[in-house]
């Protein structure tokens, strides 16, 4: 575990995006205390540009604090790209597991499953889903981990694919552990750096798609989202430029931060792909 | 005053080859100085490590990134090479030196066919007119043996065979009549008969154009097949040279003794008589096993059969090493899966100690599972990489019921027994050399005290002095447990040195079985013949018996 | 296998998965909240009782629920996709019509995505380690990170209310009388933004996927046979190297085209283009979830497509791989 941190601290990429990420965590985190009460609130005059007084991001047509808008959606943004993806991990996990361990006729149905969910466009799969069922936090994050889980299942089942032949997995097997003993603490253990990675864009990925669906008004209308203040600041856009453009830095600042972060973790996981320290 | 055609072809001087910052040492070649001349095979053997692949890469200036000639000539003629600009050495690699390498599946584009690949270097070297490169690639093929040339000219790489494939290699790079040919094991990735083809070809090409050759190796056997003489590296360091007889017969250096004589131990066989097989430990009786390649399932009539076990009967008898020899496709690992139960026959029975392991119930089978325990060829893949030494030892003991403290004091003892420290337990396997992992993997498969173990090429993937090392340890505990072994193998040398009794397998049947002295000296069967024909330097080392060496 | 059998059975496999496809919109339509005519009917036709009447009819919702499955089923394989209350047109005309649009824009950024990512790819590869490098893979992670619609409305900003240089809507200027050459580059005008929106992010893509297999592809054992050779540098990055490390990018990009046509609702809906991803904002609004769910199948048909076309691209391109199913 050691040996992993300090090889983590020494990649630079890595570092950005942890420190970044930590920041947006905890600004999400304590969003009431720099902003406390309601972001929707109207706290001051309309259109204030960026830099004004007392209202670092400016204003919008009705007066609301952008700042305020932006450390709020934090929330919203973390909580749905993390939730997904922990959902969309469990099912490609397990998924990915069974059939590239067990392999035979349970893979092949698990195979074309996954694949029937590839070949459909994930972003109109989930405006569906989230029109279907009305925009509400659950049904966003259920659409998101619908249309996020497969790559997962891929990636795990190649990895057990390869890993099943191993050796000392059958060294195990000659041991007479059982198949779930196996599974759990021969395999599962080696399979995992790849997805950590994975994991890792997918809540980046997760935050996108969030956002995009926000823009569409597909968004849960309780709470403010990054994506939901660039689609309203979108009428404005000749007058009051700074609605639409702070949110989506807000976006872009987290994406790159989780990118950097997912970076960082594959070039101490998979020594070997960073070429450019190569002996 | 020496003539022209007596002076070396390349003649390295003081070469010293510089490996970059954190590599375990400063130098992968120190002070070497070495002639290669006309019209000979020079041999220049090693172990992993030893340096002897830089050396192939320097000459023709090829060495990896961060890897550099610190200082020493190379002399080719009258140019030297370390000096030499990289416009300059593209005129003479292919054409005046041209290599071989090792792996055959690998070192050709897999995107482009046999004659596209020779024909471009014929054009990057100069060779205008199409129709004299369309015939010379024929000639090419022609000479090194491949069966239909203008055929087989236009197929992709992965349509050959691992012999054709380094057959077409030679082919290319004899393609502009170099004078000289750096061949890196070249025969190392194949099977030993393959093996035998493609070193007879060498020798005849070489005789045949004169060529000056230098064949890399680990193996003293290739050495005493087809070296004129020999130049042996340890660490970087050349420690000994001379003619090929003079180095096998009298070898001066500890180093080159010790691998000639590992070499030599196992192409004597010494085995005493083996013991009776009146209660077989094991029994095997009608194995066969068929697997399908090509995907199987609704859509797909692709399905190519190969049988893996035809109807295999053997017995191993209470404390003796039954040898399973053959090469690849013989089932010959088949076999020493299904033993361990890791593979399921399709028909066939196998006995432990008298009880069909087939028709017993799971209970039982999961009892008796300790008993067949199997030790892998790979010191890499066998153990689990993310957990320690002590899990490894420890986990089945207590799947199976013992307490943890018990346990570890049994881990210890075996890891004593194997030759390694307490201290190992705590420690991860990427930690040890590769022979240190094999005996790990020894000591794995002991701990459950099991009376019969497979060891699955268990020291194929060893250096030769590590091999010798790995046997005699396998000696010693067999001896001291009374254990019986099946020892799968595909070098006959090895099997004789170990084996009570030797089986020989190719394509899933049992071709021969007997003594191992006697199916060595006296083979029955023409495949069996094959094999023990087909060992490098059997006939030397048959023939010049061992002086005494201190 | 011949090609043909190779073909026809990837022709039924393709037919299963648009089946599978067509029952799942079945499926949503009856898992949705509410009166399934209501659903279909849309927000606007809802109140229009004649209206809802045909869809009962149309859809038989008042029959058991497998004649149901098989009347929506057998519609589409006819592409009768009902009709649209609020176009007053059957949907398969919407459709067509808009569909000529999307495939402008989706496959103009897909070609320069696809062209420049490898181009930045080789050339990140070729000096890695080195500035030109770094240069490359920080642009790949920006582009990566920006949300597709913002990066939209961003350029909007610049070049069309701040710059005044292209325009902002649409994919032609209305009204005025034009040529055909006229036309073409007005249509090309428009068309500049939102395939640079569009592109940005498949451009990242590729970048990083080529730069990666070329420097895989780099070190393998024949590269060093070629050395070996003799040859010069060109013919090695030509015959050697890049034919090589170009595989995976195929496969990749054959399967991307078949997605980009349900992923431009976004680009669409934010530069008011008249494409089909537009199309399903509309619906969107409209709650016309027959509109929808007929978009949606349209798009998921075109992957199909693609990802059979794909496999053919595929085995030409690679000579191991024989034309088995």
Not at chain 2, 122 to 127: D, E, I, R, S, T
Not at chain 3, 79 to 107: C, K, W
Request: charged letters at 20%; hydrophobic letters at 50%; a neutral charge.
């Amino acid at each position: 575990m050691n040996d992993f941190a300090k090889r983590f601290l020494r990649s630079r990429s890595g570092m950005i995006g942890l420190v970044l990420l930590i920041l947006l965590v905890l600004l999400a985190i304590f969003a009431d205390v720099v902003y406390p009460g309601d972001p929707w609130r109207m706290v001051g005059r309309p259109n204030l540009p960026p830099f004004s007084e007392g209202f670092m991001f400016g204003t919008d047509q009705l007066g609301r604090d952008v700042a305020a808008g932006i450390v709020h959606g934090a929330r919203i943004s973390l909580l749905i790209g993390f939730a997904s993806s922990v959902v969309a991990l469990g099912v490609g996990v397990v998924v990915g597991a069974v059939a590239g361990y067990f392999s035979g006729w349970l893979d092949d149905v698990l195979m074309r499953f996954t694949e029937f969910f590839q070949t459909i466009p994930s972003f109109m799969l989930a405006i569906v889903l989230v029109a279907i069922f009305s925009p509400t936090l659950t049904s966003i994050v259920t659409a998101i981990a619908v249309v996020s889980w497969p790559p997962i299942a891929r990636l795990v089942r190649a990895e057990f694919l390869t890993l099943r032949q191993r050796d000392f997995v059958k060294a195990a097997q000659v041991g007479g552990h059982s198949q779930f003993n196996i599974i759990l603490h021969q395999v599962l253990p080696n399979a995992l750096s790849p997805v950590i990675v994975m994991a890792s864009l997918m809540v980046a990925a997760a935050i996108l798609i969030e956002s995009g669906l926000s823009f569409l008004g597909l968004g849960d209308r309780n709470y403010i989202t990054w994506g939901f203040m660039i689609g309203a600041g979108r009428t404005m856009i000749r007058h009051a430029w700074w609605l639409s453009a702070i949110p989506g830095l807000a976006i872009f600042v987290t994406v790159l931060a989780l990118n950097l972060f997912g970076q960082g973790l594959s070039d101490v996981l998979n020594p070997r792909l960073s070429r450019s320290n190569r002996t | 005053m020496i003539s022209q055609a007596l002076k070396p072809v390349i003649n390295i001087r003081d070469l010293s080859i510089a490996l970059p910052q954190g590599a375990d040492r400063a130098f992968a070649v120190q002070d070497l100085t070495l002639d290669l001349n006309r019209d000979e095979i020079l041999c220049v053997v090693g172990e992993s490590g030893s340096g002897k692949s830089l050396l192939a890469g320097a000459i023709m200036g090829l060495l990896p990134q961060g890897v550099t000639i610190s200082s020493g000539t190379i002399n080719f003629g009258d140019q030297n090479l370390t000096e030499l600009s990289e416009t300059a050495y593209r005129k003479v690699r292919g054409a005046r030196i041209a290599m071989v390498f090792q792996e055959p599946m690998t070192a050709l584009n897999p995107v482009l066919t046999v004659h596209e690949q020779i024909n471009e270097a014929l054009v990057a070297h100069g060779v205008r007119d199409s129709a004299e490169r369309n015939s010379r690639i024929l000639e090419l093929l022609d000479a090194t043996g491949l069966p239909d040339p203008a055929t087989l000219q236009h197929r992709y790489p992965f349509r050959l065979s691992g012999g054709q494939r380094q057959r077409a290699m030679i082919a290319m790079a004899l393609a502009l009549e170099p004078d000289v040919l750096i061949a890196d094991e070249p025969t190392t990735a194949l099977d030993v008969t393959t093996q035998k083809q493609i070193l007879e070809l060498l020798r005849d090409i070489q005789r045949q154009r004169q060529l000056a050759v230098l064949f890399i190796t680990h193996d003293f056997g290739v050495v005493a097949e087809i070296a004129d003489r020999v130049a042996v590296m340890q660490f970087g360091e050349l420690v000994e040279e001379g003619r090929a007889a003079d180095v096998l017969d009298r070898p001066k250096h500890p180093y080159s003794q010790r691998l000639i004589a590992a070499v030599r131990g196992m192409s004597e066989t010494a085995r005493p008589v083996a013991p009776q097989i009146e209660n077989p430990i094991l029994s095997i009786r009608g194995a066969t096993k068929t697997y399908s390649a090509g995907k199987s399932g609704f859509w797909s009539n692709s399905k190519r059969r190969i049988k893996a076990l035809d109807n295999v009967s053997l017995d191993v008898g209470q404390g003796e090493t039954l040898g399973i020899v053959g090469e690849s496709g013989s089932g010959k690992t088949t076999l020493g899966q299904s033993v361990v139960q890791l593979v399921d026959l399709d028909s066939g029975e196998i006995r432990y100690r008298g009880q069909s392991i087939q028709a017993m119930d799971r209970k039982t089978r999961a009892q008796m599972r300790p008993k067949i325990q199997i030790i892998f060829q790979d010191p890499y893949a066998s153990l689990n990489p993310r957990h320690r030494i002590s899990r490894a030892l420890t986990e089945t003991q207590m799947i199976h019921g013992t307490p943890r403290k018990d346990a570890l004091l049994r881990a210890q003892n075996m890891l004593d027994l194997v030759g390694l420290e307490k201290s190992a337990l705590d420690r991860y396997p990427h930690e040890f050399s590769g022979g240190q992992r094999q005996r790990i993997g020894i000591a794995r498969a002991l701990v459950m005290d099991p009376d019969l173990i497979v060891a699955d090429e268990a020291v194929s993937a060893l250096d030769v002095s590590i091999q010798a090392q790995v046997l005699e340890l396998l000696a010693d505990i067999r001896k001291r447990l009374n254990l019986s072994m099946l020892f799968i193998t595909h070098d006959l040398r090895v099997a004789a040195q170990v084996c009570d009794r030797i089986a020989v397998m190719r394509r899933g049947e049992v071709v021969e079985i007997g003594q191992a002295a006697a199916v060595l000296e006296n083979p029955q069967h023409e495949y069996t013949r094959l094999l023990c024909d087909s060992m490098p330097g059997l006939d030397w080392f048959a023939n010049h018996p061992m002086e005494n060496v201190g | 296998m011949s090609q043909a059998k190779f073909l026809l059975i990837r022709l039924i496999k393709a037919i299963m998965v648009l089946l599978a496809v067509t029952v799942f919109s079945f499926g949503l339509i009856r898992a949705a909240p509410g009166d399934p005519a209501t659903v279909l009917a849309g927000e606007q036709g809802a109140v229009d009782p004649e209206f809802l009447d045909r869809v009962r009819a149309r859809y038989g919702l008042d029959r058991p629920m497998h004649e149901q499955l098989f009347k929506y089923v057998a519609g589409i394989a006819v592409l009768d996709f009902g009709d649209s209350y609020q176009h007053n047109r059957p949907v398969i005309d919407l459709i067509a019509e808009r569909l000529p649009a999307t495939l402008l824009l989706t496959m103009t950024a897909f070609v320069l995505a696809l062209l420049g990512g490898v181009a930045m790819g080789v050339t990140a590869a070729k000096h890695v380690g080195k500035w030109p490098d770094a240069v490359i893979t920080v642009a790949a992670l920006i582009f990566f990170a920006l949300p597709l619609f913002w990066v939209g409305l961003m350029f909007i900003l610049l070049f069309s209310v701040q710059l005044g240089l292209l325009p902002a809507f649409g994919m032609a200027t209305i009204g005025t009388d034009m040529s055909l050459l006229g036309r073409a580059l007005d249509v090309g005008w428009h068309l500049i933004m939102p395939a640079a929106t569009l592109g940005l992010l498949y451009l990242a893509t590729y970048t990083r996927m080529t730069r990666a297999s070329v420097l895989e592809v780099m070190d393998l054992d024949f590269v060093r046979t070629a050395r070996a050779k003799g040859l010069g540098e060109r013919r090695i990055w030509r015959r050697h190297i890049l034919k090589n490390a170009i595989l995976p990018i195929i496969t990749l990009a054959s399967l991307q085209a078949g997605h980009l046509v349900g992923g431009a609702v976004l680009t669409e809906t934010v530069f008011a283009w008249p494409g089909i991803g537009r199309l399903a904002f509309d619906a969107l609004l409209q709650r016309d979830y027959n509109l929808l769910l007929a978009i949606f199948i349209v798009a998921s048909a075109f992957v199909v497509f693609f990802n059979l076309v794909a496999d053919l691209v595929y085995s030409l391109a690679d000579p191991r791989i024989e034309v088995n199913a």
